[in-house]
């Protein structure tokens, strides 16, 4: 009786260790994830490669081949042919050359993985997604994911209470009440100070459709700095999109489907260089977004000749027609401290617009997409700014660079406590 005893404890203590080894609830990271839930959201973002590129920057970039890609898990995009080209480029320029560039200029930016190597045709470039960038997440549903406080609103929002409403902050130029078929801007490229591993900032256009509170549909591209999003303090290429103001659609770069990338030399969401210095050398990024009118897409432009991809009219609403508003410009995350104090959280250079040239941070050449697809100078611009004492802007027009701004702030100062 005594050796049944022990038999049965032996069995019972062996089959509690094999549940607590196999169990799904195993807890791990500050945010309280299981490694079940990681194994199964890294296994959906990180596909099968055909080719992985180590940058001098630490990521990895995965060669994936294009029908591979997350953007075909969407619902809405199950049978989606991809289209490798788009119809129509508002600048009248297009070339197969802008799908896939071989003419490199050495004064242009470009990303650091590049210096590994390339990856082969009919495949994208994926940033790799890590256990440690999940842990950093709220939520593995939320990774990746702006929350619905990113929206500038510049009719509706009292300077004096966004701060206290949202800790979002911005410095832009906007113009609304209009149709739009894209935008374009040359955004000055900087490597701002992030004062909390939760605040970001971010130089981007923003392409809106629909209703702020609701169903705004948004496209949106970039550079940012954000350390919860991507572990580190690099500025990086981005793009975001959300069909219903942030609430459940949409995320940054390929970190959910949605976007349709066919450009095999750009990562979203890779490191760029070189970046601007103070009273130095500067440097900017073209970005183009427009509306393909046979197809109905939204496409991207990196610089003068990345086509990268696009965002498919029938993940929008509002979107799915056009546009009723652009805003180009910058926002930070203001989390403050517990004593009250604003973020030191750089926007754009880190200095005041009024410094100008090689001292702040510029939008230069900004232009919209009209009803006869042509590029043209927006009229009835306007700017807006939270807190001028903490980021402000200051618009000019005329000369090589039309339609501009400078804009950014050092956050907490004397007069922005």
Known sequence: MAVNFKRVSFLLALVMTVAATLTPSVIS???GFSDLQIHKHLKRLNK???????SPDGDVIDCVPITDQPALAHPLLINHTVQMRPSFNPESVFSESKVSSKNHQ???ITQLWHVNGKCPENTIPIRRTRK????????VEKFG???QKSIPKPKSYEPTSVLTQNGHQHAIMYVEDGVFYGAKAKINVWNPDVEMPNEFSLAQIWVLGGNFNS????IEAGWQVSPQLYGDNRTRLFTYWTSDAYQGTGCYNLLCSGFVQINREIAMGGSI????SYGN?????????WKDPKEGHWWLQFGEKYIIGYWPASLFSYLSESASMIEWGGEVVNSQSEEGQHTTTQMGSGRFAEEGWGKASYFKNVQVVDGSNELRNPENLQVFTDQENCYNVKSGDGGSWGSHFYYGGPGRNPNCP
């Open 29 to 31: 990271g500050e945010n």
């Open 48 to 54: 099968p490669p055909l080719k992985s590129i180590k």
């Open 106 to 108: 050495s004064n242009a």
């Open 132 to 139: 440690q960038d999940l842990y950093r997440a709220n939520s």
């Open 145 to 147: 994911m702006k929350s």
């Open 215 to 218: 169903d705004l549909n948004s």
């Open 273 to 276: 260089s070189p970046l601007s």
């Open 281 to 289: 050398s500067q440097y900017d990024i073209t970005i183009l977004i």
